[in-house]
Protein backbone atom coordinates (compact mmCIF):
# COMPACT_ATOMS: atom_id res chain seq x y z
CA UNK A 1 0.00 0.00 0.00
CA UNK A 2 1.16 3.27 -0.96
CA UNK A 3 1.51 6.07 2.40
CA UNK A 4 0.84 9.48 1.83
CA UNK A 5 2.42 12.63 3.75
CA UNK A 6 1.12 13.35 7.19
CA UNK A 7 -0.23 16.26 8.37
CA UNK A 8 3.26 17.44 10.46
CA UNK A 9 5.11 16.42 7.07
CA UNK A 10 2.64 18.90 5.01
CA UNK A 11 3.03 21.38 7.20
CA UNK A 12 6.91 20.88 7.80
CA UNK A 13 7.11 21.51 4.09
CA UNK A 14 4.44 24.83 3.75
CA UNK A 15 6.87 26.35 6.80
CA UNK A 16 10.09 25.68 4.52
CA UNK A 17 8.28 27.59 1.74
CA UNK A 18 7.49 30.19 3.65
CA UNK A 19 10.95 30.44 5.02
CA UNK A 20 12.45 30.32 1.13
CA UNK A 21 10.15 33.19 0.04
CA UNK A 22 10.63 35.10 3.00
CA UNK A 23 14.10 34.72 2.18
CA UNK A 24 13.71 35.89 -1.19
CA UNK A 25 11.15 39.05 -0.78
CA UNK A 26 13.78 40.65 2.22
CA UNK A 27 16.66 39.85 -0.15
CA UNK A 28 14.81 41.70 -2.97
CA UNK A 29 13.79 44.55 -0.71
CA UNK A 30 17.25 44.95 0.59
CA UNK A 31 18.24 45.19 -3.07
CA UNK A 32 15.90 47.38 -4.11
CA UNK A 33 16.66 49.92 -0.73
CA UNK A 34 20.61 49.38 -1.82
CA UNK A 35 19.08 50.74 -5.44
CA UNK A 36 17.56 53.56 -4.40
CA UNK A 37 20.30 54.77 -2.04
CA UNK A 38 22.94 54.49 -4.84
CA UNK A 39 20.21 57.14 -6.63
CA UNK A 40 19.82 59.17 -3.87
CA UNK A 41 23.89 59.60 -3.77
CA UNK A 42 23.68 60.54 -7.52
CA UNK A 43 20.89 63.09 -6.70
CA UNK A 44 23.04 65.11 -4.12
CA UNK A 45 26.26 64.81 -6.42
CA UNK A 46 23.89 66.12 -9.10
CA UNK A 47 23.11 69.01 -6.70
CA UNK A 48 26.63 69.70 -6.02
CA UNK A 49 27.70 69.67 -9.26
CA UNK A 50 24.22 72.34 -10.16
CA UNK A 51 25.34 74.60 -7.14
CA UNK A 52 28.55 74.80 -7.76
CA UNK A 53 27.84 76.28 -11.53
CA UNK A 54 24.80 78.38 -10.55
CA UNK A 55 27.52 80.29 -8.07
CA UNK A 56 29.99 80.26 -10.75
CA UNK A 57 27.30 82.35 -12.64
CA UNK A 58 26.17 84.10 -10.19
CA UNK A 59 28.79 84.29 -7.18
CA UNK A 60 26.16 82.92 -4.75
CA UNK A 61 24.67 79.54 -3.99
CA UNK A 62 20.97 79.27 -4.80
CA UNK A 63 18.36 81.08 -2.29
CA UNK A 64 17.11 78.99 0.62
CA UNK A 65 13.44 80.59 0.06
CA UNK A 66 12.18 81.69 -3.48
CA UNK A 67 8.57 82.14 -5.11
CA UNK A 68 8.95 78.16 -7.22
CA UNK A 69 7.09 78.01 -10.62
CA UNK A 70 4.40 75.79 -9.29
CA UNK A 71 3.20 79.15 -7.50
CA UNK A 72 4.49 77.89 -3.51
CA UNK A 73 6.89 79.27 -1.53
CA UNK A 74 10.23 77.19 -0.16
CA UNK A 75 13.58 76.10 -1.23
CA UNK A 76 15.00 75.73 -4.46
CA UNK A 77 14.57 72.18 -4.08
CA UNK A 78 11.35 71.74 -2.81
CA UNK A 79 9.64 71.78 -5.97
CA UNK A 80 10.03 67.54 -7.21
CA UNK A 81 10.97 67.62 -10.64
CA UNK A 82 10.82 71.76 -11.03
CA UNK A 83 12.79 73.49 -13.29
CA UNK A 84 14.07 75.67 -10.93
CA UNK A 85 17.53 74.38 -11.65
CA UNK A 86 17.44 74.79 -15.17
CA UNK A 87 19.82 74.73 -17.21
CA UNK A 88 22.10 72.88 -14.30
CA UNK A 89 20.09 70.17 -13.97
CA UNK A 90 16.25 69.57 -16.30
CA UNK A 91 14.64 68.86 -13.28
CA UNK A 92 14.72 68.87 -10.22
CA UNK A 93 15.30 65.63 -8.14
CA UNK A 94 13.30 64.20 -5.34
CA UNK A 95 14.24 60.87 -3.23
CA UNK A 96 13.42 58.30 -5.52
CA UNK A 97 10.82 56.36 -3.76
CA UNK A 98 9.22 58.85 -0.81
CA UNK A 99 9.10 61.24 -3.64
CA UNK A 100 9.50 64.25 -1.16
CA UNK A 101 12.12 67.08 -1.45
CA UNK A 102 15.64 66.75 0.12
CA UNK A 103 16.65 68.79 3.06
CA UNK A 104 18.87 72.03 2.23
CA UNK A 105 20.60 74.00 4.95
CA UNK A 106 22.46 76.94 4.66
CA UNK A 107 26.11 76.64 6.28
CA UNK A 108 25.21 80.70 7.78
CA UNK A 109 22.45 80.39 11.06
CA UNK A 110 21.51 83.96 10.79
CA UNK A 111 17.96 84.93 9.64
CA UNK A 112 17.96 85.55 6.90
CA UNK A 113 21.22 83.39 6.13
CA UNK A 114 23.67 84.79 4.19
CA UNK A 115 23.43 81.70 1.04
CA UNK A 116 26.71 82.69 -0.05
CA UNK A 117 28.90 81.74 2.50
CA UNK A 118 27.94 77.58 1.62
CA UNK A 119 25.03 74.97 1.72
CA UNK A 120 24.52 71.41 2.96
CA UNK A 121 22.05 68.82 1.55
CA UNK A 122 20.79 65.92 2.82
CA UNK A 123 19.54 62.68 1.83
CA UNK A 124 18.01 59.89 3.74
CA UNK A 125 19.51 56.64 3.18
CA UNK A 126 17.88 53.48 4.16
CA UNK A 127 20.71 50.93 4.58
CA UNK A 128 21.57 53.12 7.93
CA UNK A 129 25.00 50.39 8.20
CA UNK A 130 26.29 51.92 5.09
CA UNK A 131 29.76 53.64 5.72
CA UNK A 132 29.37 55.94 3.09
CA UNK A 133 27.25 57.79 6.55
CA UNK A 134 29.80 57.16 9.27
CA UNK A 135 32.46 58.28 6.87
CA UNK A 136 30.56 61.71 7.34
CA UNK A 137 30.72 61.55 10.47
CA UNK A 138 26.92 61.18 10.82
CA UNK A 139 24.73 58.09 12.29
CA UNK A 140 22.68 55.83 10.26
CA UNK A 141 20.10 55.86 13.42
CA UNK A 142 20.19 59.72 14.43
CA UNK A 143 21.61 61.56 10.97
CA UNK A 144 24.14 64.52 11.07
CA UNK A 145 22.43 66.81 13.56
CA UNK A 146 19.51 68.19 10.97
CA UNK A 147 17.09 65.34 12.09
CA UNK A 148 17.33 62.07 12.58
CA UNK A 149 15.89 61.13 8.81
CA UNK A 150 18.89 62.93 7.00
CA UNK A 151 21.67 60.62 7.71
CA UNK A 152 23.74 61.49 4.28
CA UNK A 153 24.33 64.90 2.53
CA UNK A 154 26.90 66.87 0.49
CA UNK A 155 28.39 70.25 1.50
CA UNK A 156 30.26 73.27 -0.43
CA UNK A 157 32.96 72.66 2.26
CA UNK A 158 33.68 71.51 5.37
CA UNK A 159 31.81 68.58 7.34
CA UNK A 160 28.53 67.68 6.43
CA UNK A 161 27.21 67.07 9.89
CA UNK A 162 26.22 69.71 12.39
CA UNK A 163 29.44 71.02 13.96
CA UNK A 164 29.28 69.68 17.63
CA UNK A 165 26.66 66.43 16.36
CA UNK A 166 28.14 63.17 18.15
CA UNK A 167 26.65 60.38 15.89
CA UNK A 168 27.29 58.38 19.02
CA UNK A 169 24.58 59.76 21.25
CA UNK A 170 21.49 57.94 21.52
CA UNK A 171 18.47 58.99 19.66
CA UNK A 172 15.66 61.30 21.41
CA UNK A 173 12.39 62.09 20.67
CA UNK A 174 11.29 65.49 19.80
CA UNK A 175 8.75 66.97 21.80
CA UNK A 176 5.15 67.11 20.21
CA UNK A 177 3.64 71.28 19.99
CA UNK A 178 2.18 72.55 23.19
CA UNK A 179 -0.33 75.31 24.06
CA UNK A 180 1.64 78.61 23.98
CA UNK A 181 3.36 81.58 21.56
CA UNK A 182 7.20 80.90 22.50
CA UNK A 183 9.18 78.75 20.14
CA UNK A 184 12.43 78.06 18.65
CA UNK A 185 13.69 80.78 15.81
CA UNK A 186 15.81 79.70 12.81
CA UNK A 187 18.92 81.69 14.36
CA UNK A 188 18.33 79.08 17.54
CA UNK A 189 17.01 81.88 19.98
CA UNK A 190 13.46 81.51 21.66
CA UNK A 191 10.82 84.05 21.25
CA UNK A 192 7.24 84.95 20.68
CA UNK A 193 4.98 84.04 17.54
CA UNK A 194 1.40 84.71 16.25
CA UNK A 195 1.12 81.52 14.55
CA UNK A 196 4.00 78.89 15.62
CA UNK A 197 1.52 76.02 14.72
CA UNK A 198 0.11 77.13 10.98
CA UNK A 199 -2.95 75.45 9.31
CA UNK A 200 -1.79 71.71 9.67
CA UNK A 201 -1.74 70.63 13.06
CA UNK A 202 0.26 67.50 11.58
CA UNK A 203 2.64 69.24 10.23
CA UNK A 204 3.62 72.13 12.91
CA UNK A 205 6.02 74.93 11.39
CA UNK A 206 7.31 74.65 15.18
CA UNK A 207 8.32 71.32 16.75
CA UNK A 208 7.94 72.94 19.71
CA UNK A 209 6.25 75.76 21.64
CA UNK A 210 5.92 76.95 25.12
CA UNK A 211 3.20 78.22 27.38
CA UNK A 212 5.20 80.71 29.56
CA UNK A 213 8.20 82.86 28.77
CA UNK A 214 11.21 81.11 27.23
CA UNK A 215 13.42 79.54 30.30
CA UNK A 216 17.05 78.76 30.24
CA UNK A 217 16.46 75.20 29.37
CA UNK A 218 13.98 75.99 26.44
CA UNK A 219 17.02 77.91 25.14
CA UNK A 220 19.09 75.07 25.68
CA UNK A 221 16.75 72.98 23.33
CA UNK A 222 16.75 75.74 20.92
CA UNK A 223 19.89 75.21 20.00
CA UNK A 224 19.42 71.62 18.16
CA UNK A 225 18.23 72.70 15.03
CA UNK A 226 15.04 70.45 14.58
CA UNK A 227 13.82 71.64 17.28
CA UNK A 228 13.26 74.86 15.45
CA UNK A 229 10.83 76.87 13.31
CA UNK A 230 10.83 75.74 9.78
CA UNK A 231 10.44 79.89 8.60
Known amino acids: MKKGFTLVELLIVVVILMLLMLA ?10 RANDSLRKKHLNDIKRAFEEYYNDNGCY ?50 PPNICLGYRAFAGLLDVNDTDITAQGCSGITGCGYGSEWNYGISSGGSV ?13 TPGPQPGQNACTLAGSCDARADPIGPDPENPICPITYATNCTVDDVDQCMTPTNRCRD
Do not use: R
Open 161 to 173: ALPGFDPGALPTS
Open 62 to 111: PPQSMLLQNGETGTILEHCDGPELQPYIKAVPCDPHTKTPYNYVPIDDTV
Open 24 to 33: VLVGWKNQVN
